[in-house]
């Protein structure tokens, strides 16, 4: 696809949002909604919930655990283990 024809494309859908959203009488808190939901998701979770799992690990310890992972098969333990770790 051509980057003209993208810009178009995507200039129209976003015109097309911002209109809607501009004629609704709930139209502005809605947005302020959306972007705190998505603020709550994206960073505070991410803080205090979802812990890097190679965190404090050399760059060859890192390679080593990423390769050791991939050769072996998964199973839903070993899921549930890397979440929680």
Do not use: C, H
């Amino acid at each position: 696809m051509e980057m003209k024809n993208l810009s178009s494309i995507l200039g129209s859908v976003w015109r097309f949002y911002r209109d809607a959203f501009k004629n609704m009488t709930w139209g502005r808190p809605l947005v302020w909604l959306i972007l705190l939901k998505l603020f709550i998701l994206f960073a505070i979770l991410r803080v205090f919930f979802f812990k890097p799992a190679m965190a404090g690990l050399s760059d060859e310890q890192k390679s080593e655990q990423v390769g050791e992972r991939l050769s072996r098969p998964a199973s839903g333990q070993e899921t549930l283990n890397l979440i929680t770790e």
